[in-house]
């Protein structure tokens, strides 16, 4: 099986189409980490202090340790950068990995349902992730050495990553800490941040095609 299994990663990872697909899924699963990483950096809170039930007294008794609080933002925001960068994913999925493990946990041993979908479908996002990068017959956990693959230019998505960040980053410095979409607001402009960061591997992906 194992065998099979290598053979298959081996013709996928030499496909542009199943590489940028890898590439498009870190830029996703990396910046799904910033915001809820920013909040914890800047010392907000996940949830409102009035809200009662197992899964919100966890994040309460969370928010209460301080220095933990903003020590697993620091690393969910080291985690998101090293994927953007594409040359450093497999590091970002290492680290990503057991942080989306406890959340998913969390989330399903608390029944909060749509958020441990939303973290399920994360953590099998790493998980391939990390198989792509290393030897599945391998017992040390070690990246594999990866060849470019023809028709993926790997600096164009570096910079699609760097962009996605940026805009980001300037939207919470606009709105003077973490920003969230709130709702179907098409009069507001902050209700397009996150489609233009959206289509910014859109644009790349299309860019791509085209050379």
């Not at 920013?38 to 010392?43: D, E, P, R, Y």
Request: hydrophobic letters at 55%.
């Amino acid at each position: 099986m194992l065998v099979a299994l290598e053979s298959w990663l081996r013709r996928a990872r030499s496909a542009a189409g199943p590489t940028t697909a890898i590439i498009v899924l870190r830029l996703v699963v990396g910046f799904a980490f910033v915001p809820a990483g920013l909040k914890k950096v800047l010392g907000q809170r996940f949830t409102d202090p009035a809200n009662g039930g197992a899964f919100h007294e966890f994040l309460h008794a969370f928010y209460a340790t301080g220095a933990f609080y903003r020590f697993v933002g620091v690393l969910q925001l080291v985690a998101a950068a090293l994927l953007v960068t594409q040359r450093f994913a497999f590091a970002g999925v290492v680290l990503a990995l057991p942080i989306a493990t406890a959340i998913m946990a969390l989330c399903w041993s608390t029944g909060v349902t749509p958020t441990a979908i939303v973290i399920t479908l994360i953590w099998f996002a790493l998980v391939g992730m990390l198989l792509w990068d290393v030897d599945p017959r391998a017992i040390a956990l070690r990246p594999r050495p990866s060849p470019p693959c023809p028709g993926v230019d790997l600096q164009r998505w570096q910079r699609c990553g760097l962009a996605m960040l940026v805009v980001y980053g300037v939207a919470c410095a606009v709105e003077g800490g973490v920003y969230r979409p709130r709702g179907l607001e098409l009069s507001d402009p902050r209700f397009y941040v996150f489609p233009v960061i959206m289509l910014l591997p859109i644009a790349t992906l299309i860019l791509e095609r085209r050379r």
